[in-house]
């Protein structure tokens, strides 16, 4: 059995204790954190919490499974004496982590990506016994597995946080690496013979880089040391006076790049004949200062430090005063100080072999005090240890309980029993969770994307080489009747065929030129004719074989095309785009063009419409009349829905519905479906897009406004959108049919006019190019 210290349920009753007081003071739960445009980054304050709360809760814990189901989180299933809870790490390039949160998800073993294998492999039925950060001031966290608690350690997980340049490195101690720098010197302090990797999220080799390969078989070497110096760096760990502290921020801020604003950007050349005082450039930001100055410190930490002292995020150097600075260096003071606490509790918690020794609890409620403190500031999305060292009341900072309590509680699928086995997710776990979740979920959205369009392609690429040789075979077989004719002149000639000879003079049918016809001298001129008929003969027998396949050929191309501008417009951006591309996906395995890949929601929905409420129980009788009834009302209900969930909506000026469709099941629903012969029918001509009605009611005229509105949707929702004016047919849905053994969303029309549509003019297009300046303004860390 795993013995875990008394102190963890201490902390976990404490947290818990903490949320549900705030909940029972406060008269109204706190707003739900709102949609963030870009991720906060995942600084050292918030690796300094999250190891701590992994350190008080999850050591030691039973590693039960690792399961990396993206490809860029990895989560291990933990077991303690409390219950289950899981390590989430992940090395996304915008939202890197490591904190506990919900069990892990249950996936196929063929579903498990390398990384995940491996840790499985390696880390299952081991005890994680270190939760640490080696070194100060860097976002590494470490964590350590031995065979049981009190055993050395065997193998290490190191998490890097650090952005872009994020990543994960399993590795063995104390084994001597096989590749890179060798030494013979097994006891010393060479790394050769510290950790080997055993296996990289991300991996880097020799010959893309000499100084820190990452790679199996080499051995680990820690990032190298981040800019700045370390806050608690002058001398017995103390920090900085305010005075070091000061010239500090200020000679960082000074090589800070100056920005220009956009609209100096924009008038720079109207301006030339300004003064020449006029720098266009923005003064130097204590926010940079710090940033650059001082380790560990990041800009959403450095505009709430700012905050918590009173002032303004973008304040400049030379606008605060003498005593200004002492605010700003008691906030910075108490920050540096309270994570050198933690991480200093941190070390001595390692160093310590007993689980149950005095100093094990002073050092651990050393920590469940910090975090019990700790504040949320979700205006900056900043994760603060320390308590505000000024009297001013911070806006925008809630407890951390409460952040945690507020947060989304949205979770992974999890199975139910797993839920009810496990521990409550704790409060930074929570926060964090609910934080980055998203981005987790698109990264899922956008690797299934990638398969599916691959599939899609790789289909489109070889129906293009069909339908591209079938034409070639056509075009040889379109001049059979020259070969034919060819053959009737040899033999209406033939008597002045010399035997012996090579060729044979004849009289065009047509003109009556005389010309030269080539004879095989070894078979005769009749032979010769004789195998021209054959060959003739062949070619109208290819002709009238191959142009049914291309036919069918060129249906497949233009259904594929179609496909492919279906998944393009699928940006992951809702539920609703996620099942319209497990829709494309199931769509495209019943077609046998690509391989399945587990369950989605796809194939529920029509488990579900097979089903169609047939369930009954024992004794009552499912053949009644209102069973049956209420059967069947279920199944239309499913299948409308079903139906609707790959339709987009839009509401015309004048309030008319218009209804766009997401894919193929999209549109065939719309074309055959919910289309009405009072309703018009839009496509782009000429092009893959997507299927558009105008409902109206019976007896109504769509005016020339409407038809603009719905021809501009269907323009922007196809291939050409990017054209400025596009031709598109319209008619009623009377006329549009599906031909027989069509693929699904196929259609043909036997009567169209046309019209132009405008995609730039659309609603979604305005939005797009909202959504494109926002990110052009969006900054990064």
Same mark, same amino acid.
């Given at each position: 059995?795993?013995?875990?210290?008394?102190?963890?349920?201490?902390?976990?009753?404490?947290?818990?204790?903490?949320?549900?007081?705030?909940?029972?003071?406060?008269?109204?739960?706190?707003?739900?954190?709102?949609?963030?445009?870009?991720?906060?980054?995942?600084?050292?304050?918030?690796?300094?919490?999250?190891?701590?709360?992994?350190?008080?809760?999850?050591?030691?814990?039973?590693?039960?499974?690792?399961?990396?189901?993206?490809?860029?989180?990895?989560?291990?299933?933990?077991?303690?004496?409390?219950?289950?809870?899981?390590?989430?790490?992940?090395?996304?390039?915008?939202?890197?982590?490591?904190?506990?949160?919900?069990?892990?998800?249950?996936?196929?073993?063929?579903?498990?990506?390398?990384?995940?294998?491996?840790?499985?492999?390696? +880390?299952?039925?081991?005890?994680?016994?270190?939760?640490?950060?080696?070194?100060?001031?860097?976002?590494?966290?470490?964590?350590?597995?031995?065979?049981?608690?009190?055993?050395?350690?065997?193998?290490?997980?190191?998490?890097?946080?650090?952005?872009?340049?994020?990543?994960?490195?399993?590795?063995?101690?104390?084994?001597?690496?096989?590749?890179?720098?060798?030494?013979?010197?097994?006891?010393?302090?060479?790394?050769?013979?510290?950790?080997?990797?055993?296996?990289?999220?991300?991996?880097?080799?020799?010959?893309?880089?000499?100084?820190?390969?990452?790679?199996?078989?080499?051995?680990?070497?820690?990032?190298?040391?981040?800019?700045?110096?370390?806050?608690?760096?002058?001398?017995?760990?103390?920090?900085?006076?305010?005075?070091?502290?000061?010239?500090?921020?200020?000679?960082?801020?000074?090589?800070?790049?100056?920005?220009?604003?956009?609209?100096?950007?924009?008038?720079?050349?109207?301006?030339?004949?300004?003064?020449?005082?006029?720098?266009?450039?923005?003064?130097?930001?204590?926010?940079?200062?710090?940033?650059?100055?001082?380790?560990?410190?990041?800009?959403? +930490?450095?505009?709430?430090?700012?905050?918590?002292?009173?002032?303004?995020?973008?304040?400049?150097?030379?606008?605060?005063?003498?005593?200004?600075?002492?605010?700003?260096?008691?906030?910075?003071?108490?920050?540096?100080?309270?994570?050198?606490?933690?991480?200093?509790?941190?070390?001595?918690?390692?160093?310590?072999?007993?689980?149950?020794?005095?100093?094990?609890?002073?050092?651990?409620? /050393?920590?469940?005090?910090?975090?019990?403190?700790?504040?949320?500031?979700?205006?900056?999305?900043?994760?603060?240890?320390?308590?505000?060292?000024?009297?001013?009341?911070?806006?925008?900072?809630?407890?951390?309980?409460?952040?945690?309590?507020?947060?989304?509680?949205?979770?992974?699928?999890?199975?139910?029993?797993?839920?009810?086995?496990?521990?409550?997710?704790?409060?930074?776990?929570?926060?964090?969770?609910?934080?980055?979740?998203?981005?987790?979920?698109?990264?899922?959205?956008?690797?299934?994307?990638?398969?599916?369009?691959?599939?899609?392609?790789?289909?489109?690429?070889?129906?293009?080489?069909?339908?591209?040789?079938?034409?070639?075979?056509?075009?040889?077989?379109?001049?059979?009747?020259?070969?034919?004719?060819?053959?009737?002149?040899?033999?209406?000639?033939?008597?002045?065929?010399?035997?012996?000879?090579?060729?044979?003079?004849?009289?065009?049918?047509?003109?009556?030129?005389?010309?030269?016809?080539?004879?095989?001298?070894?078979?005769?001129?009749?032979?010769?004719?004789?195998?021209?008929?054959?060959?003739?003969?062949?070619?109208?027998?290819?002709?009238?074989?191959?142009?049914?396949?291309?036919?069918? /050929?060129?249906?497949?191309?233009?259904?594929?095309?179609?496909?492919?501008?279906?998944?393009?417009?699928?940006?992951?951006?809702?539920?609703?785009?996620?099942?319209?591309?497990?829709?494309?996906?199931?769509?495209?395995?019943?077609?046998?063009?690509?391989?399945?890949?587990?369950?989605?929601?796809?194939?529920?929905?029509?488990?579900?419409?097979?089903?169609?409420?047939?369930?009954?129980?024992?004794?009552?009788?499912?053949?009644?009349?209102?069973?049956?009834?209420?059967?069947?009302?279920?199944?239309?209900?499913?299948?409308?829905?079903?139906?609707?969930?790959?339709?987009?909506?839009?509401?015309?000026?004048?309030?008319?519905?218009?209804?766009?469709?997401?894919?193929?099941?999209?549109?065939?629903?719309?074309?055959?479906?919910?289309?009405?012969?009072?309703?018009?029918?839009?496509?782009?001509?000429?092009?893959?897009?997507?299927?558009?009605?105008?409902?109206?009611?019976?007896?109504?005229?769509?005016?020339?406004?409407?038809?603009?509105? /719905?021809?501009?949707?269907?323009?922007?929702?196809?291939?050409?959108?990017?054209?400025?004016?596009?031709?598109?047919?319209?008619?009623?849905?009377?006329?549009?049919?599906?031909?027989?053994?069509?693929? +699904?969303?196929?259609?043909?029309?036997?009567?169209?006019?046309?019209?132009?549509?405008?995609?730039?003019?659309?609603?979604?297009?305005?939005?797009?190019?909202?959504?494109?300046?926002?990110?052009?303004?969006?900054?990064?860390?």
């Amino acid at each position: 059995a795993v013995c875990a210290p008394a102190r963890r349920g201490h902390l976990r009753t404490q947290a818990i204790a903490t949320r549900v007081s705030a909940d029972a003071d406060a008269p109204a739960a706190p707003p739900a954190p709102p949609a963030r445009k870009k991720l906060p980054a995942f600084d050292y304050t918030a690796l300094v919490a999250s190891v701590a709360e992994i350190r008080a809760l999850a050591v030691p814990t039973k590693v039960e499974v690792a399961v990396q189901a993206d490809a860029y989180t990895l989560v291990l299933g933990l077991r303690g004496l409390e219950g289950k809870t899981a390590l989430h790490v992940s090395w996304h390039p915008d939202a890197a982590r490591v904190s506990l949160g919900p069990p892990p998800p249950r996936v196929h073993k063929t579903e498990n990506l390398s990384f995940g294998e491996q840790a499985q492999a390696v +880390l299952r039925n081991l005890i994680l016994v270190q939760a640490s950060v080696p070194e100060p001031w860097e976002r590494v966290a470490v964590f350590g597995f031995a065979a049981r608690p009190g055993d050395a350690v065997a193998f290490r997980l190191h998490v890097e946080t650090q952005g872009r340049n994020s990543n994960a490195v399993l590795t063995q101690v104390g084994a001597r690496a096989d590749r890179g720098k060798k030494t013979s010197d097994p006891g010393g302090d060479d790394p050769t013979f510290a950790d080997k990797i055993v296996a990289c999220a991300y991996q880097v080799g020799s010959s893309q880089t000499s100084v820190r390969p990452l790679s199996p078989g080499f051995a680990y070497q820690p990032p190298p040391p981040a800019p700045g110096v370390a806050p608690d760096a002058f001398g017995d760990g103390a920090c900085a006076d305010r005075e070091t502290f000061r010239e500090a921020v200020t000679a960082a801020a000074a090589t800070a790049p100056k920005k220009q604003s956009r609209a100096k950007k924009k008038n720079e050349a109207e301006r030339t004949d300004l003064d020449t005082s006029d720098t266009f450039t923005d003064a130097a930001s204590v926010r940079d200062g710090l940033v650059r100055a001082w380790r560990g410190v990041s800009p959403a +930490l450095a505009r709430s430090l700012l905050k918590d002292a009173g002032f303004d995020a973008g304040v400049a150097v030379g606008d605060l005063s003498d005593k200004d600075w002492d605010a700003t260096h008691a906030e910075w003071t108490a920050w540096a100080r309270t994570i050198s606490s933690v991480v200093s509790s941190l070390e001595r918690l390692d160093e310590t072999t007993d689980p149950t020794s005095n100093s094990v609890t002073d050092e651990s409620s /050393a920590a469940d005090r910090y975090l019990a403190t700790a504040r949320w500031r979700e205006d900056e999305g900043q994760l603060l240890l320390h308590a505000a060292a000024s009297d001013l009341k911070a806006e925008g900072a809630l407890c951390l309980a409460a952040a945690a309590a507020a947060a989304s509680t949205r979770a992974d699928a999890t199975a139910a029993e797993d839920l009810a086995r496990s521990m409550p997710v704790p409060p930074v776990g929570a926060l964090f969770f609910s934080v980055y979740g998203e981005a987790k979920d698109t990264d899922v959205f956008r690797r299934e994307k990638d398969r599916v369009t691959q599939g899609a392609r790789a289909a489109l690429k070889k129906t293009r080489q069909k339908v591209s040789a079938f034409r070639k075979q056509i075009a040889d077989a379109a001049d059979f009747e020259k070969t034919k004719t060819a053959a009737d002149e040899i033999m209406a000639y033939l008597h002045g065929y010399v035997e012996g000879s090579n060729s044979i003079e004849v009289f065009d049918f047509e003109t009556g030129e005389a010309r030269s016809v080539a004879i095989d001298p070894l078979v005769g001129a009749k032979a010769t004719a004789e195998k021209l008929y054959k060959q003739a003969r062949k070619r109208k027998r290819t002709a009238s074989a191959v142009e049914p396949l291309l036919s069918a /050929a060129v249906a497949e191309e233009a259904y594929l095309e179609q496909i492919e501008f279906s998944l393009s417009e699928l940006s992951g951006g809702g539920a609703d785009d996620a099942l319209a591309l497990e829709e494309i996906a199931q769509e495209l395995v019943d077609a046998r063009l690509i391989k399945p890949a587990g369950k989605g929601a796809a194939a529920q929905i029509r488990e579900e419409q097979e089903r169609g409420g047939k369930k009954g129980g024992k004794g009552k009788k499912s053949s009644s009349a209102a069973s049956a009834a209420k059967n069947k009302n279920n199944k239309k209900r499913l299948a409308r829905e079903a139906a609707m969930s790959n339709v987009r909506r839009y509401v015309a000026p004048s309030g008319k519905e218009v209804l766009v469709g997401r894919n193929s099941t999209g549109n065939e629903a719309v074309s055959l479906k919910l289309g009405q012969d009072q309703d018009v029918w839009f496509h782009v001509r000429g092009a893959p897009g997507a299927h558009v009605i105008l409902r109206q009611q019976p007896g109504e005229t769509a005016s020339a406004e409407e038809m603009r509105f /719905a021809a501009d949707l269907a323009a922007f929702h196809s291939k050409l959108r990017t054209g400025g004016k596009v031709l598109v047919s319209f008619t009623s849905p009377k006329f549009v049919r599906k031909p027989s053994g069509a693929r +699904l969303g196929m259609v043909t029309m036997d009567k169209e006019s046309v019209m132009t549509g405008r995609p730039d003019d659309t609603e979604p297009a305005a939005a797009e190019r909202a959504g494109k300046g926002e990110k052009d303004n969006a900054g990064a860390w």
